[in-house]
């Protein structure tokens, strides 16, 4: 019913990854882009790491790196999830999608505009419905998780990461310093507080709180002091670690519907 409606999603991270599943389960061809190298922390849910391994299968969606407009077609064909490197999104042009929806999660708009599409969206904080988007969803975790705002805003970044058990910033594992990222521990490894799950350059990474390490940079990616670098849940709940989250599966929705509403209205 909508396979000729494309959907182009900036960001092939966790959040956009739920995103992803709800429209491509609903029908919806997806393509998604990101950047040369990207700073995906969840990775084991995250389509983003098409990028570095050429394919990835999330659930029961597998993205394919493209290179160009054919590869992007040929992966459609096969209802897979083309992943383009393409920072500025100017593949857009080219494919003239229905809809684009920005969730890069950069708390701040990044160039996206009304006019990239006949419907566009906004991901959390950046955006104003009816100014630079026409619709916006909410990222925070709350009463409002997942809701569409047709006019205004979404609530502004605090910069305190959502709590899990009561903890918040102290489960988000920061580089202690600059150079290449390498993990010692994989995700979905139960870590105790102070053990070494990873490197950057020659610093030591420790777990800042004892439970499931959820999430850890691909190596090789180059950190600055203070970059998240991996995430550990305080449930130490394996499962977690290979499941999309109830918080992007609830973005994912509040997407599909404003999708939904645009389809219906043209």
Known sequence: MFKEKIIVIKGAGDLATGVA???????????????????TVRRTVSLSDAVYDGETTVEDMTARRAQNREDILDAL?????????DAKA???KEIAPFAVIDAIMAKKNLGTRMGDAPFVVGLGPGFTA???????????????????????????????PGEVKGIGSARVIRAPGPGSFKGVLSIGTHVEEGDLV??????????PISGMLRGLLHDGVLV???????????????????????????????????????????
């Open 130 to 160: 009816g100014e630079d988007v026409h619709a916006v969803v909410e990222t925070k975790r709350g009463h409002t998780l997942g809701r569409v705002i047709w006019k205004g805003s979404g609530i502004p970044n605090t910069g305190i």
């Open 198 to 207: 990873a490197y950057a350059g020659y610093l030591p990474v420790p777990a």
């Open 90 to 92: 100017d593949i857009v």
């Open 21 to 39: 599943a709800r429209l491509w389960r609903s029908g919806f061809p997806v393509l998604m882009t990101e950047i040369e190298q990207p700073l």
């Open 77 to 85: 064909k096969d209802r897979a999830i083309p992943v383009i490197v």
């Open 224 to 266: 600055d002091k203070g970059l998240k670098s991996g995430d550990i849940d305080p449930r130490d709940v394996a499962e977690s670690c290979w499941t999309i989250s109830d918080k992007a599966l609830a973005i994912g929705g509040g997407a599909l519907e404003a999708v939904m509403v645009a389809v219906n209205s043209h």
